[in-house]
């Protein structure tokens, strides 16, 4: 299936030296990232459209006042690289569109214990009544958020056409989801803590997020029509 997005692509570019007058590109910013779109007119209602977008952000933080103190490296990114038919029911901006596409949204992240953890009381001294355990003997916690699949349908509506119109600028709106099926969640440790990120042991937090089956779409931009 990844393979059609490049041949979509560049069969909007070919087609697009014989047909100018019915191609269009666009630029976007929305839930899914920051990209590019070119779209084809195939008649005055329908057109076939091609999307990439995407964005990426990491983080460190640390805490210097909790008991222990943690730090935390973390990256996110997100993005989309989909093939969509939008219809224009009454022949103006409106339109309709449904399609298929990747929904690169990920997310991990790092955390490590900065001080020794007391298992029992700590002594006034500082000291420990008890267990103590180094942050090397914890270990670093790994998390990830991901989908099983990357391959998702998308439905939605939206505003502007980049394969038919008079005007060279238009305005693009969309509003739509992709359903994605639910996230899950992993995580490892190479510590103490190990045996607590088993399988068996993330189902509790695995079916929490059992409900959050869409991935809401919402972006504008601004089209150029050749």
Excluded at 123 to 134: A, M, R, T, V
Excluded at 161 to 174: A, H, K, P, R
Aim: glycine share 14%.
């Amino acid at each position: 299936m990844r393979a059609l997005f490049p041949i979509l692509f560049a069969s909007l570019f070919f087609i697009s030296t014989a047909s100018a007058q019915n191609i269009g590109f666009g630029l976007r910013a929305g839930t899914t990232g920051v990209g590019a779109e070119v779209g084809l007119g195939l008649t005055g209602k329908l057109n076939l459209r091609g999307h990439f977008s995407t964005f990426s952000y990491g983080y460190t933080e640390s805490t210097t006042d909790e008991d222990p103190n943690l730090t935390v490296d973390g990256d996110a990114s997100l993005g989309a690289m989909s093939a969509f038919l939008d219809l224009h029911p009454f022949g103006n901006s409106f339109r309709l569109s449904a399609g298929v596409g990747t929904n690169n949204f990920d997310v991990s992240a790092t955390g490590r214990a900065l001080d020794a953890v007391c298992f029992g009381d700590e002594l006034p001294d500082g000291g420990c009544d008890g267990k103590e355990f180094s942050p090397e003997k914890l270990g670093s916690l790994k998390g990830s958020v991901s989908y099983a699949s990357s391959m998702h349908p998308y439905m939605g509506i939206g505003f502007g056409s980049l394969g038919n119109g008079e005007s060279l600028i238009t305005v693009l709106f969309d509003l739509g989801v992709f359903y994605t099926g639910s996230p899950e969640i992993d995580l490892d440790n190479d510590g103490l803590f190990r045996p607590t990120t088993e399988a068996e042991n993330l189902q509790v937090l695995n079916d929490g997020l059992e409900s959050f089956k869409w991935y809401p779409v919402l972006s504008i931009g601004v089209g150029f029509r050749l």
